[in-house]
């Protein structure tokens, strides 16, 4: 089990806009992750973060930053979010190196 | 550059069986798999580590040819239940941080 609250679940924003995705979790796990989800294209991952305040890009991370102030939280904000952001966000924790990790239960974002 | 998944789709009767293949171009220490159903987060089956192991989890198990960067996810039996889609996500030994990159996925639909 994840432990993972993600808020806000649904969101319908306007472009150029900036929006915040919120990731808590229960399990102080040490990473966390932000992927993306849409069709034909699997998960992707955008950040990802070791520890607190320690965080590294994934493959698809332009548009999107993070961050990490506390062990149970990491936030996804999009700057200026576009169209092309419109996506499903997940967010997974896991506890250690080489274990799994395991997800939230999703952001659904639209942006028109 | 994510795994490879085979099939993309397939469609079985209650009580068959089916394989599904995951294969990467870079050396993997570890092997995930998820299944997803529509509208729901991922949901963690098993992990296979190099070794070239095998699993199991009720009727579904998977093995980890970790020469060949291969996995394999067998559904045995299949049951209703076993309809959604299958992820992939593999670790490589030299990614920092235990990101997972996933394949496209694979949907299967189990009939009665």
């Known amino acids: 089990d994840a432990g993972i609250t993600q808020s806000p679940r649904h969101k319908v924003t306007e472009t150029g806009t900036p929006v915040t995705l919120r990731c808590h979790q229960t399990e102080n796990h040490r990473y966390m992750y932000w992927y993306r989800q849409d069709p034909g294209h699997g998960l992707r991952l955008i950040h990802y973060?070791?520890?607190?305040?320690?965080?590294d890009k994934g493959e698809v991370s332009d548009g999107y930053s993070v961050s990490r102030s506390k062990t149970e939280d990491f936030l996804l904000t999009l700057e200026s979010a576009t169209s092309s952001q419109t996506s499903v966000y997940f967010c997974?924790?896991?506890?250690?190196?080489?274990?799994?990790?395991?997800f939230g239960e999703g952001s659904w974002l639209t942006v028109v | 550059q994510q795994p490879v998944q085979s099939p993309q789709a397939v469609i079985l009767r209650e009580g068959e069986d089916a394989v599904i293949n995951c294969s990467s171009s870079?050396?993997?220490?570890?092997v995930h798999w998820y299944r997803q159903k529509h509208g729901e987060a991922p949901v963690f089956l098993m992990i296979l580590l190099k070794g070239g192991e095998q699993k199991g989890h009720d009727k579904i198990s998977a093995s980890f040819n970790e020469k060949k960067q291969q996995s394999s996810l067998y559904l045995t039996a299949s049951q209703l239940s076993y309809s959604g889609t299958y992820f992939c996500?593999?670790?490589?030994?030299?990614?920092?941080?235990?990101?997972?990159?996933f394949g496209g996925g694979t949907r299967v639909l189990v009939k009665p």
């Open positions: 973060s070791y520890g607190v305040k320690d965080t």
């Open positions: 996500g593999t670790g490589e030994i030299k990614a920092a941080g235990n990101k997972l990159t």
């Open positions: 997974a924790n896991g506890q250690s190196h080489s274990g799994t990790i395991y």
């Open positions: 870079k050396a993997l220490y570890s």
